[in-house]
């Protein structure tokens, strides 16, 4: 059974910093790429950055680029999104969810997603 | 405001078919497929169309995709009071340096 779980989420403060990680299992890891997804309150969904399966392969949303680092650690089955230069703006749940394929370019199906964790920014 | 556009909101009665659009670009659904997710209030998306038609196993068979040009659609037929919740379109947008683009949601309400 595939299973992802978030951790890393809190209350901080405008332009503080914090470190998601998502713990997977159920899978070969390695052999897919990874993606990380947030939703503000009320508000649609946003992708934030996706990580190829071996890692060589990232790309970000504008919103974040330059503040937010994701990596993979794949001998512990894990991904993290380090949030650097916090905003109120980036006040998200944030989820990591599972790619199908190895590579991560021209693809937007993720089909396993963790429950999220929650990241406030006060200003 | 979101890359891909949706209706913010769509309804029907139980047993009617009801479409939700989204509409982007050549950059976006234009060169790439389209998939489609569906999330209740206070839980994780789900995986409910990929590919522009293919449906995960598990969803029914009343979820369809479709896509045309620059623009996708959802149609959901025989609609249950279970279908209400919210539903996004996504796709790879290759402009720039390449990212996922999601649509603003659609929120079904069912009668």
């Known amino acids: 059974e595939v299973q992802l779980l978030e951790s890393g989420g809190g209350l901080t403060q405008r332009g503080g910093s914090l470190r998601l990680s998502c713990a997977a299992s159920?899978?070969?890891?390695?052999?897919?790429?990874m993606t990380w997804v947030r939703q503000a309150p009320g508000k649609g969904l946003e992708w934030v950055s996706v990580i190829s399966g071996s890692g060589n392969s990232i790309y970000y949303a504008d919103s974040v680029k330059g503040r937010f680092t994701i990596s993979r650690d794949n001998s512990e089955n894990t991904i993290h999104l380090q949030m650097n230069s916090l905003r109120a703006e980036d006040t998200a749940v944030y989820y990591c969810a599972k790619g199908t394929e190895k590579y991560c370019s021209s693809v937007s199906r993720y089909d396993y997603w963790g429950q999220g964790t929650l990241v406030s920014v006060s200003s | 405001q979101s890359v891909l556009t949706q209706p913010p909101s769509a309804s029907g009665t139980p047993g009617q078919r009801v479409t939700i659009s989204c509409s982007g670009s050549?950059?976006?659904?234009?060169?790439?497929?389209v998939n489609w997710y569906q999330q209740f209030p206070g839980t994780a998306p789900k995986l409910l169309i990929y590919n522009n038609n293919q449906r995960p196993s598990g969803v029914p068979d009343r979820f369809s995709g479709s896509k045309s040009g620059t623009s996708a659609s959802l149609a959901i037929s025989g609609l249950q009071s279970e279908d209400e919740a919210d539903y996004y379109c996504a796709a790879w947008d290759d402009s720039l340096s390449g990212s996922v683009v999601f649509g603003g949601g659609t929120k079904l309400t069912v009668l």
């Open positions: 159920g899978f070969t890891f390695t052999n897919y790429a």
């Open positions: 050549t950059s976006n659904i234009g060169d790439n497929t």
